[in-house]
């Protein structure tokens, strides 16, 4: 199912290089507490070398707290996760930001997911 809001949210955590939590608001003081995966990219997990690494550079530009807006894409395979595009305060799409920066490869969804190489080069 395609989705196609784009909503204000405030960054709660970050779990890997590709995933975060937000506080997404609905509007009409409704907000809610959900786990948005990046679109168009993929990170190396938690437990492979370059993952701990890229996870904590998704830290370094998305701080807890941090007030950004997410255009939503669609439901993501797993349950309660939605693919979406960040966009920080300062209007850079922290989706690209991860991939011109080696942190992670752009990946449509299909196949395969692409594994950026570690130790990490930029494009």
């Known amino acids: 199912m395609k989705d196609d809001y784009t909503r204000a949210a405030t960054v709660v955590r970050v779990i890997d290089g590709d995933t975060v939590i937000v506080d997404l608001d ?14 168009g990219i993929n990170a190396r997990e938690l437990h ?14 998305l701080a807890v707290g941090d007030r950004v807006t ?28 991860m991939a011109s920066t080696g942190y992670a490869a752009l990946w449509d969804g299909k196949g395969t997911a692409p594994v950026p190489p570690w130790p990490r080069v930029t494009p």
């Open 26 to 39: 609905l509007g009409f003081y409704i907000t809610v507490r959900m786990s948005c995966r990046l679109a």
């Open 70 to 97: 997410i255009s939503s894409i669609r439901a993501d395979k797993y349950a309660g996760r939605f693919d979406g595009v960040i966009i920080d305060e300062d209007g850079a799409n922290i989706n690209q930001w």
């Open 48 to 61: 492979s070398p370059g993952g701990p690494e890229a996870a904590a550079e998704l830290a370094n530009i």
